[in-house]
């Protein structure tokens, strides 16, 4: 009897508690009532009256240094889990920063806000489109070459095979021909949205962007109209010091079409390299619709007129906050994010 107690001493001595599966297995062998020690208590009955008391002193020694280790390794366990409990207050005070507006989402917001100002509702369309409303519709004449100002990336429709008039709208005028379909003069709208043109991604130029097109159609609506129109924005956007200027440029679905400058905001008119030396950088494009267009969607070009004007969204946020490279927008580093709180 005293070798069994001695060789169960020596085990329980050696057995490791590393995990809870390892503490039930303590348990079960060393300290429940139907462990390997409780029988041993079993046992005792068996032991020569004269030796009971003393086998029966050594078996305590045992049970109580089997409880204790036992006891130890459970609360052990147990305060590993209280670190992981969820507070209970959960109104205290949590130091993760604070996310912040992308850029371009604050110059989107910024320029429909100067546009409703003055009058324009906010109209959306499809990125996915047909050739009718990016390209035939706009006054592109099938096979022109004014189509290849833009490139295209044209829909598969399968196995590599071509769509060739379904594609990614390579600007927001998309927009302009599903206005005037389902809408009667007059109509004074902007339409913000994201275009893709099959460019190489560069510092200057990408595949996917962002613009808004403006459309104003009524009748007697003059050139004029179009130029203070843009003249008020250019100022809200960028200052009253803003200087301006149009010049003539062809696009096939205005008549006549210009390009409108504002004096750059990086140089202040000097001349740098974002100017290319010239001291203006280029913000949109406008002009008068072409009556084509309007004949297009059934609208009568004798008693309405109107104008267009379409401008990258990136374009004006580089300007307005200096940034000298595209790839910045979509490359999604907090350390550039988050200069715009
Ligand atoms: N769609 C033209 C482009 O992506 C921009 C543009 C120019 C839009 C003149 C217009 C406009 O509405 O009248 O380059």
Redesign the pocket.
């Known amino acids: 009897m005293n070798e069994q107690i001695k060789a169960l001493q020596a085990e329980i001595d050696a057995f490791v508690i590393s995990n809870e599966g390892e503490l039930d297995s303590f348990r079960n062998q060393f300290v429940g009532r139907k462990s390997r020690l409780a029988s041993l208590f079993d046992e005792l009955k068996n032991v020569p009256a004269e030796n009971r008391r003393e086998v029966g002193q050594a078996l305590n020694g045992l049970k109580n240094s089997a409880e204790t280790k036992f006891e130890e390794a459970q609360e052990a366990f147990a305060g590993n889990t209280a670190d992981f409990e969820v507070p209970s207050d959960l109104t205290v005070y949590n130091p993760i920063s604070q996310g912040s507006l992308h850029p371009l989402t604050k110059v989107r917001a910024r320029i429909l806000e100067i546009f409703n100002r003055m009058g324009f509702s906010v109209s959306d369309g499809p990125e996915i489109e047909t050739d009718f409303y990016n390209f035939t519709a706009l006054n592109f004449p099938a096979n022109h070459p004014a189509r290849e ?2 490139d295209t990336f044209f829909i598969e429709k399968g196995a590599g095979e071509i769509q060739d008039d379904v594609l990614l709208r ?4 998309n927009v ?1 021909i599903r206005l005037m379909q389902h809408q009667k003069p007059p109509i004074r709208s902007v339409m913000p949205g994201r ?1 893709y043109r099959n460019e190489a991604i560069s510092a200057r130029a990408h595949c996917l962007f962002h ?1 808004v ?3 104003y159609v009524d009748e007697q609506v003059s050139f004029k109209d179009l130029k203070d129109t843009l003249y008020h924005f250019a100022k809200e956007m960028f200052g009253k010091d803003t200087k301006v200027r149009f010049r003539p440029s062809y ?1 096939p ?2 008549e006549p ?1 210009a390009e409108m400058d504002i004096t750059c905001l990086l140089c202040k008119g000097d001349g740098c390299n974002v100017c290319k030396g010239a001291g203006w950088v280029e913000i ?4 008068m ?1 072409d009556p084509n267009v309007l004949e297009n969607v059934g609208i009568d070009s004798k008693k309405y007129n109107g ?5 990258g969204i990136e374009r004006i946020t580089m300007l307005k906050y200096q940034i000298k490279d595209l790839r910045l927008f979509t490359e999604n580093d907090v350390r550039f994010l988050k200069q715009f709180n």
């Open positions: 100002m833009q390579t600007h927001t005028s302009q275009v613009q097109e403006g459309l696009f679905f205005t079409s949109a494009g406008a002009g619709v104008f267009a004007f379409g401008m």
